[in-house]
Structure formats: structure tokens, C-alpha cells
């Protein structure tokens, strides 16, 4: 059974530092997510990768799959950014995306 | 920038009756998701739906789900007969034909009375 953990599950940060959450799969994969809910409760996908890293902005997502183990970086954080940050993996990979199997998601709140 | 769309955005239902969410995923996609978020839990996956047929289903997709695409455009998600452990946000995502990441709609939160 594919199970996805988060730490930490939540992290409150000042205004410019810097933020890790970190998430754990048990499952090989093909992609692994990292998605942005905003606080109204929708829903953005911010990466997807499966190997190395990708960077978007003040945003970088590591992953290490020898280690199953993949983190979302933030650089120069703002309050903007305050949001639950999750990360998912696909169940399978089949003809199909893969359908998600979620963290619980990091609540993260940066404070002006 | 084309997005997935939900609607209603809130749904207030008495239990035991029927109700229907509807969404108009991106138009060029073909793989269609719905997931269901129960109030401070996580995100679970549905149903996944491809080729007009459902491809993929979970334990919580039972026989009092059901999922169509009636018309190229809408994706639907019927609920028969509600129970008040429906109450959930619900949302639609959708992605394209190559590995590319799922696009979410902003849900529908359905409250079971």
C-alpha cells in the first residue's frame, strides 16, 4: 500500500526566511506532485517531477528516489505564500496519469 | 489560461436524496479525476475516468457513486442517495494525453443535512 508522509505538518515562519517540507513515499513512482491549497480551499499544482530538481520561481522541488524521499523549498518567503503545501504520489502507473494518493499537507504560515 | 471549472461551488443537500456535481474539465484533456476532501482531512481519490469509461475506482467509490461524461464537455459526479458522511469539498481534476499535472477545479463543498 502506498502511503505519502509530510513533515512538518505544520511551520511558521518570518517573512524572508527560508522554508523546507519534506514528504516520504513508500511506492516506486513515475512523478511525484507538489500542490498548493490555498487557504478558500483550491487547488494548484505547483511540480511535478521525477527526478532531480525543478525550480519555479521562489519555489524548488527536490527529489531523491533512491531515498523515496522529495522536498519543496521556499526561498525568500512571503505572507503570500501562507497555504497547505502537499505533496502526492501516483497510485499506479498504468495508461493512465496515475491517479493521487495525498499527504496530509503542511499547513504554512508566514508572519509579516 | 484555460482551468477546470465546478459548479455549484456549495451544495447543501437533505440526506438521502440525490445530488449531481458537475464539471467542464480543460477541453483538450482526457483523463478525468474526482477526489473528495472531508472537512480538516486530506485529499482522497475517487474515480478516474478515461476513454469513457471509468479506468480506476476506490474503496469509497461504491455503488451510490456514479460518474458520467454525457457530453464531451461535462463531467459529472451523482451522489444517489446521500449520507451525512458525504459532506466533503469534492474536486474535479483533469490532465492531458502525456504526463503533465493534474489541473483542479476550486470544488464543490456538498453539506449533507
Known amino acids: 500500500k502506498n502511503e505519502v508522509e509530510q513533515s512538518p505538518q505544520n511551520l511558521t515562519a518570518q517573512e524572508g526566511e527560508f522554508i523546507t517540507i519534506n514528504c516520504s513515499y513508500s511506492v516506486g513512482i513515475s512523478a511525484l506532485h507538489w500542490l498548493q491549497q490555498h487557504p478558500g480551499g483550491g487547488i494548484v499544482s505547483l511540480f511535478m517531477?521525477?527526478?532531480g530538481k525543478k525550480k519555479h520561481g521562489r519555489l524548488i522541488a527536490t527529489i531523491n528516489i533512491q531515498e523515496k524521499h522529495s522536498s519543496l523549498h521556499i526561498t525568500a518567503s512571503h505572507p503570500r505564500d501562507s497555504a497547505v503545501y502537499i505533496c502526492a504520489d501516483p497510485m499506479n502507473y498504468g495508461g493512465s496519469q496515475g491517479n493521487l494518493i495525498f499527504g496530509k499537507g503542511t499547513k504554512l504560515s508566514v508572519k509579516p | 489560461e484555460p482551468e477546470v471549472t465546478q459548479t455549484p461551488s456549495h451544495q447543501v443537500t437533505q440526506m438521502g436524496q440525490e445530488v449531481i456535481l458537475r464539471c467542464v474539465p480543460i477541453?483538450?484533456?482526457?483523463?478525468f479525476y474526482w477526489y473528495r476532501q472531508i472537512l480538516g482531512q486530506k485529499v482522497e481519490f475517487l474515480v478516474s475516468?478515461?476513454?469513457?469509461?471509468?479506468?480506476?475506482k476506490s474503496e469509497i467509490f461504491d455503488d451510490q457513486f456514479s460518474v458520467e461524461r454525457p457530453d464531451g464537455s461535462n463531467f459529472t459526479l451523482k451522489i444517489r442517495s446521500t449520507k451525512l458522511e458525504d459532506s466533503a469539498m469534492y474536486f474535479c481534476?483533469?490532465?492531458?494525453?502525456?504526463?503533465?499535472?493534474?489541473?483542479f477545479g476550486d470544488g464543490t463543498r456538498l453539506s449533507i443535512l
Open positions: 517531477l521525477s527526478s
Open positions: 481534476a483533469s490532465s492531458g494525453p502525456r504526463v503533465q499535472p493534474q489541473h
Open positions: 477541453s483538450n484533456h482526457l483523463y
Open positions: 475516468f478515461y476513454n469513457n469509461e471509468i479506468s480506476e
